[in-house]
């Protein structure tokens, strides 16, 4: 089982790991199964991390496994050997990887040749686990989605608007994308989406009417640092008191971190809704856990080596 991106996946297997993320999170510290026990995995990163890291890193042996943490300059990838090579290296020795990288494809083809259960721990195209956290977070403080409106507020044509907009289209809830224009997703990859339940607008203050949810992320992602142009674009979509002055009264603001303050949110608000913006940073572990707890430990004996 891979878990590669929202794009791929479905209601029901989103469903099922919130429920086990849910169950992993209260029975924390008290659990016997460990179902990677006997597996070591392979954290692959070519970007910065903080959450995403730690969380596997600490998930992956809170489930009984070892982990190896190999950053680009660490292994010859960095000296340009393929990752096709890498990946039948890799799913010689190890049991399943967690990859963070630019290019979506890297991580299809890695899971491809290697073998080996294979998770998108980000990439330019999707964020899957931040998604699943963000998902989790919105059930324990809404309820859940059910006629609740969800509102991602920023970079509309980056990996967390990407996933978002997958997850709306799948668990069929109201998702309004508001963004510069140029920073909206093209036509064609609407006509691609075909969700009639998402939304694209350049007014922030049109999205955020009666939201429930008010998502935001970075206005320049990892790899487009020093795009100043780009960045003014997003002035007016701050999220700060006055936005949310036309939410819904019960709103919950998300960020998925790291946060940039007076830039996409302000310091006020992030300080304002900090309880549910860590909390959100903590459902990394426990959603994370239930995905890497769903790997088919027959599937994985198949690629162990003597
Ligand atoms: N939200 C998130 O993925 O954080 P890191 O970049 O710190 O892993
Ligand atoms: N869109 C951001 C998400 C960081 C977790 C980035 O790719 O840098």
């Known amino acids: 089982m891979n878990l ?21 999170k209260a029975t924390r510290g008290a659990h016997k199964s460990k179902p990677l026990a006997g597996q070591t995995w392979a954290i692959i990163f070519t970007k910065a991390s903080t959450r995403t890291r730690v969380s596997f890193e600490v998930g992956i042996r809170e489930l009984g496994g070892s982990v190896m943490f190999l ?25 399943g990887a967690v990859i963070r990288t630019y290019d979506q494809q890297d991580v299809v083809d890695f899971a491809q040749f290697s073998g080996i259960p294979t998770i998108n721990a980000l990439t330019d195209e999707e964020h899957p686990c931040q998604i699943l956290a963000d998902l989790l977070t919105i059930r324990e403080k809404l309820g859940g989605w059910n006629d609740k409106k969800i509102v991602f507020i920023g970079d509309g044509d980056n990996n967390m608007s990407r996933s978002w907009m997958w997850a709306a289209k799948y668990l069929e809830f109201e998702l309004a994308v508001a963004a510069p ?26 999205a955020a009417k009666d939201a429930h949810v008010i998502n935001t992320d970075v206005w320049l992602s990892m790899g487009q640092e020093g795009q100043t142009a780009k960045e003014a674009l997003f002035g007016s979509y701050q999220v700060n008191a006055e936005l949310l002055t036309h939410c819904a009264d019960d709103h919950i603001v998300l960020h998925c971190l790291p946060a940039y303050r ?40 198949l690629h162990t080596n003597p």
């Open 181 to 206: 224009e140029s920073c909206l997703p093209s036509e064609d990859y609407m006509t691609h989406l075909n969700a009639p339940n998402v939304t694209l607008t350049t007014d922030p203050v049109e």
């Open 4 to 24: 590669l991106s929202i794009e791929q996946s479905s209601a029901q297997q989103i469903d099922y790991l919130l429920d086990l993320a849910a169950d992993l």
């Open 71 to 95: 950053s680009k300059n660490d292994i010859q990838l960095g000296r340009g050997e393929p990752i096709k090579d890498t990946a039948r290296v890799l799913g010689s020795m190890v049991h």
């Open 262 to 301: 007076e830039k996409e949110i302000t310091e006020e608000i992030l300080e304002l809704h900090a309880d549910t913006i860590f909390q959100q940073a903590e459902n990394r572990l426990h959603a994370q856990k239930a995905v890497l707890a769903r790997i088919d430990p027959i599937d994985s004996l």
